[in-house]
Structures are given as C-alpha cells and as structure tokens.
C-alpha cells in the first residue's frame, strides 16, 4: 500500500519503506521479491535502487495482492459433514464468496484514499506508520492489509489510532 499512497515514476528503497512502515527489512524484501514476480512491482538496483508499482493503483484490486502473496483464497470443504455441519458450512459459504466479491472490488487506490482520509492533511511521511497487533514472531503479508494506521500527531500534537 506504501508504493500505492505516493505512486509515481520514481523508486523507493526498501530502507525507507521498512523504516516508515515498521516491517522488518528482510520479511519487506520478499514480500517486494513476491510482488515483483507477480508483476506488480517494479525494482532498480544500485544505490538510487528501489521499488514502484508496475501499474497504476487504480488497475491492482486487493484480491491480485493476496493472491499472490498468500495463494488462492480456498474454498471451504464439505466432506463428512452432519446436517447441521452442512447447514453451517452453506451459510460460511455464502460469506467466502461475499469476501472474494469484496476483494476483487475494492482497488489498491480506493484503499490508498481510505488511509488518506483518515490521516487527514499529511504534513510528513514520517508522521505516520502503520503497525500490525499479532503473535510474536507471525508474519505473513495478508496480516499487514488489516492494520491499524497511527498517527503520531507530530504536527498538531493529538496522537489518534484509526482501524482499517
């Protein structure tokens, strides 16, 4: 989502990224390594090296990401299942597909423009990262997608969480 709030022609190091968003630098690195086989990013090496998005925000939906950060989203079994098992897995069911309706949906700008509405006016990057409440030592990419954004209120000095 980093590379989708200031999407342009210009890269970004990973440095920066790790660093404003608080993910550890190498667990970055193959998340970016997995995007750029997947064709939606962009990488430059050398020391004006970094990453962008391969394509416009507008044309990358939420599902293209998880899919191939995380694989296919699986549908849920059926095998051996009683009647009310069966009637609990029909309602299940209906909400999987709701959920991959959604994510196939909403596009990485719309999500990029959720966040800046929540920021409010963004003085400095550095006023803001995003961070992840999850069991230590867990990292997998889909956990960085529902995250709380917290401004650090640097510039008006009233701190505030928002839940994505």
């Not at 200031?6 to 995007?35: C, M, S, T, W, Y």
């Not at 009310?84 to 909403?106: D, G, N, P, T």
Request: hydrophobic residues 40%; proline residues 5%.
């Amino acid at each position: 989502m980093f590379l989708g709030m200031d999407h342009g022609p210009e890269v970004v190091r990973i440095k920066d990224i790790a660093e404003q968003q608080n993910i550890p630098r190498r667990f970055l690195e193959h998340i970016l390594n997995d995007l750029k086989s997947a064709g939606l990013v962009k990488s430059r090496r050398g020391a004006a090296g970094g990453y962008r998005l391969q394509g416009e925000p507008k044309d990358i939906t939420i599902i293209d990401i998880i899919n191939h950060l995380e694989g296919p989203i699986a549908p849920l079994g059926s095998e051996d299942l009683d009647n009310y098992q069966r009637a609990i897995l029909s309602v299940m069911q209906e909400v999987h597909k709701a959920i991959i309706c959604k994510l196939e949906e909403v596009k990485l700008s719309e999500l990029c423009d959720m966040v800046r509405d929540l920021q409010g006016p963004m003085d400095n990057h550095s006023d803001y990262i995003i961070w992840v409440d999850m069991p230590r030592g867990e990292y997998k990419a889909s956990h960085y997608l529902s995250a709380v954004i917290y401004s650090s209120g640097a510039a008006n000095n009233d701190p505030q969480l928002h839940k994505v």
